[in-house]
């Protein structure tokens, strides 16, 4: 499976130059990048040749291209002609959003197509905050508050521009905002690219580390005075009991049919019954990934931790309705067990 | 990853089972049980609607309503997009009369 990571970010908020970085750095040589237009990347000083229709090779080996009629298309497109052998086979895509996309329908598309997500998986979903203009985007523009609410990885661009003050002071509204997204800065080139695009939950050998992540971040973020925004709620729901495991699947689909669109994300650890390892749970909106199973707890705390980011839905609501589900359907035990 | 999760490409999450070892192995619980106690939970939803679900051939699910309308869906989350298409809304987890109504809880505050 090839992880598509999606890099979003408002206008200005530094996309082309990390997605410039990507193109001529060695370490993606076996990339695919979809941009959304190749003038705004520029490309020239960087580009070996045009390999096939539409697809330029650059000088690292990452290929490039522009989204044809739409995104699933091109995923199809590219992964036929790397089959076919007209392209370089390539082993990640990344997939630039315009400064006002949300980026939740890529994610859905890429969920949701069957011929696609019998090769292409969700990577993590990169959210670029410009250091010093980032605090008043997120004020007034609620796309960006959306990109950043249900990226992975939230990368705070133009540190140089910006003090230390106004820079920590963006990262606790970050930190308020998404309480599981790991935040870094950058100061124009110097990134992580390891840590942003290839550490996720669809690698076996580092899932632990980025679910304990995502409960050390949760367990240590602000309060929500560092939001400044009164649509956006997150929180952490906590249940030392086990959880029945399905009662919690049937409570989250019938929610996010309802209201999937406010459910911005929902990522957390659960202690189900039966199980004595945690499984673990990551969507976005609509869009739930397949249950993972961890082969340990990632910290001493047993309890079962779902983060939630909404919109104008508040914890209360959340909380209660979950609480009186799982005692509603508690009579029902755990249902027959086989002999 | 126990024996459901990711089988045959298009399963939905719901179908996948909390027990790494479910159905495979040294299974605890037979596919039958686990879609019965499925269903069973769904109809705790359901009951407040007039609603119900029971397994069909363990490999769908047939949903009816108090008048007698019925339809087939394939997994969990399709249940709720033929909850609405029944009766005209859907179900709302977040409303106050929908938890109240639910079994054991008629007369809670």
């Known amino acids: 499976m090839i992880p598509v990571n999606i890099v979003t970010g408002f206008l200005g908020s530094g996309k082309t130059t990390l997605l410039r970085e990507i193109l001529s750095r060695p370490e993606f040589s076996d990339t695919a990048v979809i941009v959304n237009e190749f003038g705004e990347v520029g490309l020239d000083h960087i580009l070996l040749e045009e390999v096939e229709e539409g697809v330029l090779l650059m000088d690292s080996g990452c290929l490039c291209c522009t989204i044809r009629s739409d995104l699933k298309d091109t995923l199809r497109d590219l992964h036929d002609r790397a089959a076919r052998g007209d392209i370089p086979r390539f082993r990640r895509v990344v997939v ?24 292409y998986r969700i990577g993590n979903i990169i959210c670029t905050v410009e250091a010093v203009a980032g605090a008043s985007t997120l004020a007034h523009q609620a796309e960006a508050v959306k990109q950043a609410s249900v990226a992975d990885r939230i990368l705070i661009t133009k540190c140089d521009l910006s003090d230390e003050a106004g820079i920590e002071a963006l990262e606790a509204r970050l930190h308020a905002l998404n309480p599981a997204a790991a ?27 980025e679910v304990a992540r995502w409960l050390e971040r949760a367990s240590t973020r602000p309060q929500h005075d560092h939001l400044h925004d009164s649509h956006t709620n997150s929180f952490v729901l906590t249940y030392p009991e086990p959880i029945d ?11 996010l049919h309802a209201h999937g669109e ?32 961890l082969p340990h707890w990632p910290d001493a705390d047993r309890s079962s931790r779902i983060i939630f980011i909404t919109r104008d839905i508040d914890e209360a609501a959340i909380r209660n309705s979950l609480s009186v589900f799982l005692s509603a359907v508690a009579p029902l035990g755990n249902g027959e067990v086989a002999a | 990853m126990c024996g459901l999760c990711g089988l045959l490409g298009v399963v939905h999450w ?25 269903a069973a939970i769904v109809n705790t939803a359901l009951a407040p609607l007039r609603m119900k679900v029971k397994d069909f051939q363990a490999s769908s699910y047939i949903l009816s309503s108090a008048t007698g309308r019925s339809e087939i869906v394939d997994d969990i989350q399709a249940v709720w997009g033929a909850v609405e298409r029944l009766r005209g809304a859907p179900v709302d987890p977040l409303d106050p009369e929908w938890l109240a109504a639910l079994p054991g809880r008629e007369g809670a505050s």
């Open chain 1, 183 to 209: 935040v870094l800065r950058s100061e124009g080139h110097d990134f992580d690219a390891d840590f942003l695009f290839a550490e996720d939950m669809g690698d076996a050998e580092r899932r632990a580390a």
């Open chain 2, 14 to 38: 719901t179908e996948t089972s909390a027990h790494p070892d479910a159905f495979t192995g040294d299974a605890r619980r037979t596919i039958r049980a686990e879609r019965s106690h499925r």
């Open chain 1, 96 to 119: 630039e959003t315009t400064g006002l996309a949300d980026p939740a329908p890529i994610v859905s598309t890429i969920a949701a197509e069957p011929v696609i997500r019998n090769h």
């Open chain 1, 245 to 255: 495991w399905t009662a919690f699947g049937v409570w989250l689909t019938a929610l």
């Open chain 1, 262 to 293: 406010r459910v911005l994300r929902v990522k957390g650890i659960l202690n189900v019954r039966d199980s004595d390892t945690p499984v673990v749970i990551h969507g976005v909106q609509h869009v739930v990934h397949p249950p993972l199973h």
